[in-house]
């Protein structure tokens, strides 16, 4: 028998979990819907936050109101084409509406100054990711959102009809072990980056002691991963991918990135160069870099060398998170020692640095990639910034490698829903670093972005699901998942009762984008006709698109909202009706403050149709 409250579980108490959990409330609420919500955290309650509480969270829009010139193109070139353009693209159309929900609930934003070079342009919440955690935790427990701390949800459980019906949690140091029921879950705990032994399985040995970008990042061990993965989850991702970021290992801060190494050199344990420090802006070199110095270097260990020239350049503090002092000396001699590196060997580099250093200094830009390269004979080569180290004090910072996330994880679509072999796994969701789209390199300033929009997705998403599935579904002897054939008279002609009919979300439908086929082929046998009523919550929406031969008429009865025709947007509302002919682009959306309700019509059935 089905229980008469509906439980949600979300798994992680990150950014993603977080917007998941409050998004989820606020839906139940607006849609009168009683639903259990519970946040399951695997930390104290003093640590709660995951990698968000720690980190800067950078987000890449120009404005909170406006995307950046070439948001997802530039995705898309990161993953060298492999990313999922229908994830990023519902990224793109969810951004700003995420931000403005976060202002909302008391999240305001600064455009930040970029380290030293240019960037993309990005925004920052006033007290970084501590206060986006503080700020969703508040919002979700005054809307009834039940938070557990200190437990660990170890099993997915679902019935033999495939169904979810609760998950397995191991509570406190002694990991006393209960079940909770659940109707749904999101997964929101994210990658595998605290987990030694799959970090050495993906990435070799060596990666189990690759250190942690933060105090909340050790509790990223893969969870999600697995548990779904047992219940026939697909992956995806760059399974040989992660975001590893240069640090001063000397530092108790989070996230101690130094990022001034372009403007020196960088040696090894040796006192040797290893690489073109040069090559490009930080956020185009710092992964690799990071992971060459780790997996690569003697002592998984680099120091970046500068002299005083790096005082000259305005506001060089923001490329160092350190709160340590460089080494200072006066002669690179003394700058040996302390660092530990043959004197010989790091005198002789600079000088060979040196020499090669020849051009007007004067043409130095730390802002851009300045085109001052050193000559040819330089091996390893410089190519940007190669100004010669002469100007006492010479300074030497240490450098290691720090992971903050990973790339692999599982296979989600746009609505942020857990795909199996055969599609969906109806009721489970996942958002943020426990999901896998990421290839080659992180593309930059997304991470958080990604985790809190598809955070937000995944709990509407979730309530849709409860709403429109496992009630009604079950209890009126519906599969959701196949078209239903009705009973009808020998004829073919019936009259029913719209109450008969499951509200379903249709594939590129979002956001509780429902509609209840009422009259077409698999549900009462029509040949020519499809015939629906849809039903948009707010923000609800159906992807761009267009047909080759179908024509369409919306007859709207409730609700106003914008219907976009070939590129141009027009408001619609009560007893407005739209015909659409083939081949004309269009997408509806509800912008207004109510259910947004209307007709479709659509001859013929299929858009393969030959006109005759």
Known sequence: MMRSLQKLVVVGHGAAGLAAALSAAEQARSRSLRIDITLIEKSREVEAGGNTRWSPSNMRLAAPDRLGFGFEDDILKASSGLADRNYFRALADDATATIGWLQTHGVEFVTPIYYLSAGPARIQPVGGGRVIVEKLLEAAKKAGVRVLYDSRVSR??????????????????????????ADAVILACGGFQGN??????QFGPGAETLRLISPGTRFDTGDGIRMATEQGARVSGDWNGMHVEP????????????????????????????????SGLVHETWEAFARDIHFTRPGSIAYAVLDSSLFDIPGF???????????????????????????????????????????????FDATRCDGLAAAGTLKPPKSNWARAITRSPYLAYPLV??????FGGLATNEKAEVLGERGPIPGLYAAGETTGHFYGTAPNAVALLRALVFGRIAGREAVAFLRA?????????????????????????????IAEVPWREFPDHFGGALSKPLVMPGTAGSRHLD??????????????HKHQVQEQIY??????????????NHVVRKHDFIFLPPGVEHAISNSGLVDLVFLVITSPVTDDAKIV
């Open 196 to 201: 030694p032994a799959m970090m050495r399985a």
């Open 531 to 544: 015939y629906r009523i849809s039903m948009y919550q707010p923000m609800a929406h159906v992807a761009r």
């Open 317 to 363: 503090e923001r490329a160092i998170r350190s709160e340590v002092p460089p080494y200072q000396a006066e002669s690179l001699q003394d700058l040996a020692v302390q660092i530990g590196v043959p004197a010989r060997n790091l005198i002789e580099t600079v000088d060979t640095f040196n020499a090669a250093a020849t051009s007007d200094a004067a043409k």
């Open 469 to 497: 599935g496992p009630v009604t579904s079950v209890r009126a002897g519906y599969d959701l998942g196949e078209e239903t054939t009705m009973a009808s008279e020998d004829d073919g002609a019936f009259i029913r009762n």
């Open 156 to 181: 997915l459980l679902k019935k033999q009809a495939g169904g979810l019906v609760g998950v397995d949690i191991q509570s406190g140091d002694e990991g006393v072990a209960t079940t909770a029921d």
């Open 555 to 568: 007859h709207v009865l409730e609700g106003e909202g914008l219907m976009e025709i070939a590129g141009k």
């Open 401 to 406: 490698g720090a992971v903050a996330y990973t």
């Open 247 to 278: 640090i001063d290992p000397r530092s108790h801060h989070s996230a101690p990135v130094v990022l001034v190494y372009p403007y020196g050199i960088v040696v090894d344990q040796d006192g040797r160069r290893f690489l073109d420090e040069g």
